[in-house]
């Protein structure tokens, strides 16, 4: 059963994994050329039913694509498995991109037995067809999201496996792995003292590698996720020192609403910005005070809660004083003086713009704002490693866990079955990591990122 929607054909079946695919590959709309995807066993003899030239492994020809309705000029091209992205027998089509046109090949082609492609189902069967692992993956959709040059040089890098100590830690643990279970199998061959000397001794090393490898990961993950997901600044101070003024000139928009009425915020707003090539996230919140006011007090703790979570505080005075709240959770505060309407500017100079601790900022006149946006960025992390994103980090850390707790009982030499056990649960952390022990769910969660082409 097919049905017609605003942005292509929609198949209303059961899918599976060895059904032919199609879809969109670029944006839904009207531009100079749009491609089309098809992946899946028969898929070229599918298509070829409507070409009038039949597809050329590896080359792009010009071809006529031919309907019961209309006639289509394009190019296409054929790629034969395991050779194309997907690992599969793989099509694309290059049409105009003109939605009637598109919609008509599809329909097409689901008429003759195709299906329309889930959410990043083409990159979904690359990940299950071994062409890409669960981090390449990841590292795909922040390519494709990408907001900044940093961003997109480190999911490229990523992606093309730059970072080489989370792969050097899964060979290593996997021949730590493999040489423990060899010798339990051969252990009634060997002496007792010829175990020990012999093979601890390995375990030993290929540990303390594996262990120092992923402590400089995990070391690095802030540093990763504030690349990827950009560096969370939470405004905090007494009503009406400024803060949403502060917030719209650093993000040069309209994101809070402006009063002199102080309270005007009760909620959490955020905003956000790119300096010298890095992505900054600002959030508003609702003045730091003593009240009875039900509606007041949850903007409170709301930005309370805020702090907990942000990579830095702006703390924001109109006068020297600030509100009663505990920053301690947090490493990286700067202490602004807002309201400062007469002082002159100083650029990037962040040091001259400081005054008794504070930086003096005019939030209203736009004065030192670029003092203050070199100190925030000054205070991001200037590292990072590998991992982006809590999963990873997840992954990474029960590895690193395990890793320590077979290397204690390595040294205990109380017994191997307890070493390949914790050894065991390393290697899986780490195999979990790239997506071959992963959960079902935690797999379906990462292509659902993904566009329905892609």
Do not use: W
Request: hydrophobic share 40%.
């Amino acid at each position: 059963m097919l049905r017609l929607v605003n942005n292509g054909v929609k198949l209303m079946n059961k899918s599976t994994d060895k059904d032919i695919i199609t879809a969109l590959a670029t944006p839904y709309g009207r531009s100079a050329l749009a491609a089309i995807r098809i992946s899946g066993d028969g898929c070229k003899k599918l298509v070829e039913r409507f070409l009038s030239r039949p597809l050329k492994d590896g080359e792009l020809r010009y071809n006529n694509f031919k309907t019961a309705k209309f006639g289509e000029n394009l190019t296409a091209i054929g790629y034969k498995a395991p050779k194309s992205y997907t690992g599969e027998e793989m099509v694309e089509l290059f049409p105009h991109g003109n939605m009637t046109v598109c919609d008509g090949i599809i329909e097409a082609l689901v008429s003759g037995g195709a299906r329309i492609a889930e959410r990043g189902e083409f990159t979904k069967r690359a990940f299950l067809n071994g062409k890409l692992d669960l981090m390449q993956c990841e590292a795909l959709a922040d390519i494709i999201e990408a907001q900044t040059a940093e961003q997109l040089e480190y999911g490229n890098k990523r992606y093309d496996g730059g970072f080489k100590r989370l792969k050097n830690a899964e060979i290593a643990l996997n021949r730590a792995l493999s040489t423990v279970e060899a010798v339990l199998h051969y252990s009634d061959e060997l002496e007792e003292n010829e175990i020990d000397e012999r093979l601890l001794n390995d375990v030993y090393g290929v540990l303390d590698e594996v262990i120092t490898d992923l402590q400089a990961e995990t070391d690095g993950y802030v540093g990763g996720r504030i690349i990827n997901d950009g560096f969370k600044i939470v405004i905090i101070g007494k009503p009406n020192v400024g803060k949403s003024t502060l917030l719209n000139a650093l993000t040069d928009s309209e994101r809070a609403i402006v009063t002199p009425i102080a309270g005007t915020t009760r909620d959490i707003i955020d905003g956000g910005y790119v300096f010298k090539d890095k992505k900054f996230t600002v959030i508003d919140t609702a003045g730091i005070t003593e009240t009875d006011d039900a509606v007041e007090k949850i903007g409170v703790e709301r930005a309370a809660k805020a702090v907990e979570e942000a990579d830095a505080v702006i703390l924001v005075t109109a006068d020297g004083t600030f509100p009663d709240i505990d920053l301690s959770i947090c490493e990286r505060v700067v202490r602004v003086k807002n309201k400062c309407d007469g002082i002159a500017d100083v650029s990037e100079d962040y040091g001259k713009a400081q005054n008794d601790g504070f930086i003096e900022i005019s939030a209203k006149n736009g004065v030192n704002l670029t003092a203050l946006k070199c100190k925030l960025y000054d205070m991001c992390p200037k590292s990072c490693g590998g991992l982006s994103n809590h999963r990873q980090y997840a992954c990474a850390i029960k590895c690193l866990e395990a890793c320590r707790a077979a290397r204690a009982e390595s040294e205990k030499a109380c017994g191997l079955e307890i070493v390949a056990a914790a050894l065991y649960e390393a290697y899986s952390a780490i195999l979990e990591l790239y997506g071959e022990k992963a959960d079902e769910k935690v797999i379906d969660a990462v292509f659902e990122r993904f566009c329905v082409g892609k």
